[in-house]
Structures are given as structure tokens and as C-alpha cells.
């Protein structure tokens, strides 16, 4: 597998860990209480930065998605389904949803914050979609 | 209109193209660089400037900078490796056309290669996790694989706010496939119906393996050269009348919608007023096309089509032979071959030059060229013409 993504810095490691500990966290500017999308790195080279790693509500979105039937890596048996997610804050990031059929997922379609042994996923949130 | 070219393309030459390995990445770059020096009716000594383009998946020193050497290109007076993934090759022209008009040097080369497809097939060179969400590492931790996904997650969004269906994804390929029949050099020519794309396999859906391009080993170069020499060499001069640049960069908030809105349309609207026309005064594209969708969506972006109707007017067959619009008369990256943005710089050459043959387009005014890097981040266009001026 070729990865076109570069070595991992502080600013990986941190979200990466909130992750490991089963924590979705975003940044937020405690001054402004601004939520910042995860593509912006400037606050991290500013040591009196008021932007602090939040836990997320929890709760997003679909903003759009794919379902692989072409098996890039043994680890991940196909078919399953990669979303585009918007938080309920507002950043959005990708991430795998489980517990439901390609076929059932539709864009809007209300998510809620899952852990498994892979780490971060998503799924359905009945409560909303009822 | 306004008159004055910014510069011109002289000379073009190819390696052989291959699905199978052939040569070295450095190997093939030498021989499309020679092939292009005498088209242009130039000698080794004439070059000036190189620039280099290589594959953003490719090892840095497949084509090194000593490329210079190995054709023994002395004293250049511009040398550089252009790094904006698909956008690069035609960012080589536009920087080969500033540096000519700034006394730099006359006569730059220009040369992309790639030698995705190994003995063992070329099924892995592009299976690249693409970061999308800012995280480094994330995507492939996610499982988000392959550069088909990404365009996948694209062409998904664009379906749900345009009502765009996979019929229309398989029109695209189909007028492409209509072209390749047409080009001797097309890798692909067998006639394709709406039903073969349907039963294509599905790779990342909505993107089946019809929608994905057609990667091959090989390298095109070009010559660029200063307006006033254009016509000296023995091919009809291919002006450069405008050129242009979008890169609008990602927020990952809600609101951005870098699936639909790229920066396409920010370098087309550049490229326009540099050569003062207006889209509806481009007579033919040439458009990096690595997935279906991304064909569209150029139409939209570069302003062709109105949002949201770009499928239904290639559905009806304006793209296709004998169409108001040609779009990728080679066969662009689908059904013609894959070599990232030379496929579309080297085929509008060909087109504004007469050189066609049996896809030859009837109109070659004003052919627009488009190279697109990254998951539609990085945007690059030409405008070409065989005209001196375009009143």
C-alpha cells in the first residue's frame, strides 16, 4: 500500500490518542468557543494558543459515502462502507460506518459515535432516525 | 478578443507506450525528451531549460533532476521539478512560458514519465490512501483506500445534490470510448454500451472499473518556446493564449464543499481574461479525466455547462464524435491511456496542430486543457490555439 500521507507530528499523535482512549475530540478557541476544522494546523505552533482539544458531542451526519468492493488491504474484508461525516460541531472527517447496509445509507442520514477494536466508526442513530 | 499568445508549444515527442514494463522511468523520459527536440527541429544544444514532472506516486529518484546528464543539456538556464501531483504538467508549460518571456531561456523541455505498471500488473500504483480529513495516517486507518475512493466520495456528492446517476458516468466513458476507437494510440477501442459499463465490476461505488483510468508506462515531452521563434521550427506553432490556476485549499467545516466546488473553476476564470475570451468561446477539451466524474464535473467548473448539467449534456451526446463539444478526443485517461497530465497536454497538441486523423475536430480555435492534482485540490488549464491571434 502506498500512502501519500507524511510522517505523523504532535498534532496527529494528539488527536490519534484521544482516539485510542475511545474519545472523538475537535479543536475549539475557549476565547471564541470558534470550532476549528481538523485541516488547520496553525494553532499548534503558538504555545499561548487558547485552542483546546474538545470531546465531541458525538453526534454528525452523512455527507456523503462509498461502499469498497475492490480489497486494497487483507485486513479490511469487503464490502464495507467509508463515510464523509459532519460533526454536529461542524468539522467533518471520514470514518467507517458499521451495524448497517451500504444499500440503507443515505445522505443526512443522522450518525452517532461508535468505537470498536479498529477504533472510531460510526452508525446509524436509531433515536435520531425514528 | 485580445491578440497576443503568451507562448507556444514547437515540438512534441513520446516514448513507446506500454502495459508492459519497457524501460526505466529515467529511460523513457530521455527518449520522449529527444523525440520532442526533433520534432521541434531543434538540436541537444538548442535546450535551454528542463522541467521535470514526476509521478507524486513515484520514488524521487525514478526521474532525478540528473535527467540534465543523461541528455547532456548544458548550460541551462532553467531546471527545476514541478510537484503539484496532476496539475504539474501543465504548471511545467506556464512556468516554461514566464521564464522564456523573462529572458530565463528560449527553448524548455518539458517531460512527465511514469512506469506504474510492473510485471506483476499495474493493479497497486494507485491504491493510495488520499488524505482528505487533515490527520495524517487517518485514511488509512479508516480503511479509506485507493485513489478511486476519494473520486468515489466526490462523484457520491455530486449524485445527491444534481441527481446525477451512474447511467450518466457510463455516457461519459462511452463518449470517450466513442473517441479511443478513433486514435491509433488509444489503449482501449473495443465499442462500449451502457450495458458492458453497467456489468463492469465495482471497484469503490459508485465508481465501477469503467470509470477509472487506464494507466500506462511511457513519457511525453514538449518543447516551449518564445511566440516570436514559434514559427521557425518545421510544425505548425501551437500558441499558448491563456493559462491559469486554482488551488482553494480545504477547511474541513461544514459549508466546504471541496467534493462539488474545486478550484477548477478559479483557473478558468483566470485563463479566460488572460486570453480574453469567454468559456462559450472554447471549441474543444482536453480534460484530466483519471475517473468518470471528474469529466463532469470540468464541464460545470470550467463553466461549460451550467451546475448541475453537465450529465445530461453528455448523455445526449455533445462530448462525443460529431458532438457541439468535444471532449477527450483521444480517449482521454478512460479508454486513450493514463499518463497523468500529459494525456491531455500531448492530445490537444495533436489537435490544435490538424495533426487528428480520423478524430481530428472539425473547430480547433480554441482547445481548453485542464490537469488536476490531488482529490480535485490542485487545478491547472491551458488554453491553445493554432491561431497567432484570436480577433
Known amino acids: ?130 | 478578443m485580445k491578440s497576443t499568445p503568451i507562448a507556444a508549444i514547437s515540438g512534441i515527442g513520446f516514448s513507446k507506450l506500454s502495459r508492459q514494463p519497457i524501460g526505466t522511468t529515467r529511460e523513457l523520459a530521455g527518449a520522449a525528451v529527444l523525440a520532442a527536440i526533433a520534432d521541434a527541429g531543434l538540436k541537444i544544444s538548442d535546450i535551454d531549460g528542463l522541467l521535470i514532472n514526476r509521478s507524486p506516486v513515484a520514488d524521487f529518484e525514478e526521474l532525478p533532476l540528473r535527467l540534465q546528464n543523461d541528455l547532456q543539456l548544458r548550460d541551462l538556464g532553467l531546471l527545476a521539478a514541478i510537484d503539484s501531483e496532476g496539475s504539474s504538467a501543465l504548471q511545467m508549460i506556464q512556468y516554461a512560458a514566464m521564464s522564456i518571456k523573462q529572458g530565463l531561456a528560449k527553448n524548455v523541455v518539458c517531460v512527465f514519465s511514469d512506469t506504474p505498471v510492473k510485471a506483476n500488473g499495474g493493479g497497486d500504483a494507485f491504491a493510495i490512501a488520499m488524505p482528505l480529513t487533515g490527520i495524517e495516517g487517518w485514511e488509512l486507518q479508516q480503511g479509506f483506500l485507493g485513489a478511486s475512493a476519494a473520486y468515489a466520495l466526490a462523484a457520491r456528492r455530486h449524485m445527491a445534490l444534481y441527481g446525477t446517476t451512474s447511467e450518466h458516468l457510463g455516457a461519459y466513458a462511452i463518449s470517450c470510448r466513442k473517441w479511443a476507437a478513433l486514435n491509433p494510440q488509444a489503449f482501449l477501442k473495443k465499442p462500449l454500451t451502457i450495458d458492458d459499463y453497467l456489468a463492469s465490476p465495482m471497484v469503490v461505488a459508485p465508481l465501477r472499473m469503467l470509470d477509472c483510468c487506464y494507466p500506462v508506462n511511457g513519457a511525453i515531452a514538449v518543447i516551449v518556446t518564445g511566440v516570436s521563434q514559434a514559427g521557425e521550427g518545421p510544425r505548425a506553432p501551437v500558441y499558448v493564449h491563456g493559462m491559469g490556476q486554482g488551488h482553494r485549499g480545504r477547511s474541513g467545516m461544514r459549508g466546504d464543499a471541496p467534493e462539488v466546488h474545486t478550484g477548477a473553476q478559479q483557473a478558468g476564470e483566470q485563463a479566460y481574461r488572460s486570453a480574453g475570451v469567454q468559456s462559450a468561446d472554447v471549441t474543444a477539451c482536453q480534460f484530466y479525466d483519471a475517473f468518470s466524474y471528474v469529466g463532469l464535473l470540468a464541464l460545470e467548473e470550467y463553466g461549460l455547462c451550467k451546475r448541475g448539467e453537465a450529465a445530461d449534456f453528455v448523455a445526449d451526446g455533445n462530448t462525443a464524435p460529431g458532438g457541439t463539444l468535444p471532449v477527450n478526443t483521444g480517449g482521454g485517461h478512460l479508454s486513450g491511456f493514463y499518463l497523468q497530465g500529459v494525456t491531455p497536454l500531448s492530445e490537444g497538441v495533436i489537435q490544435v496542430r490538424g495533426a487528428g486523423g480520423e478524430r481530428q475536430v472539425e473547430n480547433n480555435d480554441l482547445i481548453l486543457v485542464t490537469g488536476t492534482g490531488g482529490c480535485l485540490d490542485y487545478h491547472t488549464c491551458l488554453l491553445l490555439s493554432p491561431h497567432l491571434s484570436l480577433e
Open chain 1, 1 to 130: 500500500m502506498t500512502v501519500m500521507q507524511s510522517q505523523y507530528d504532535q498534532y496527529d499523535q494528539e488527536f490519534l490518542h484521544h482516539i485510542e482512549c475511545m474519545e472523538l475530540r475537535i479543536p475549539v478557541d475557549e476565547t471564541s468557543q470558534k470550532v476549528l476544522g481538523l485541516h488547520a494546523r496553525y494553532w499548534r505552533v503558538d504555545d499561548a494558543s487558547a485552542v483546546r482539544w474538545i470531546r465531541a458531542i458525538g453526534t454528525a451526519t452523512v455527507v456523503s459515502y462509498v461502499e469498497f468492493h475492490r480489497q486494497y488491504a487483507k485486513d479490511f474484508p469487503v464490502p464495507y462502507v467509508v463515510a464523509l461525516v459532519e460533526l454536529t460541531e461542524g468539522p467533518r472527517l471520514l470514518a467507517r460506518l458499521v451495524g448497517i447496509d451500504g444499500n440503507d445509507v443515505s445522505i443526512g442520514m443522522p450518525l452517532k459515535v461508535s468505537f470498536d477494536e479498529r477504533g472510531l466508526a460510526f452508525q446509524a442513530d436509531l433515536a435520531v432516525t425514528r
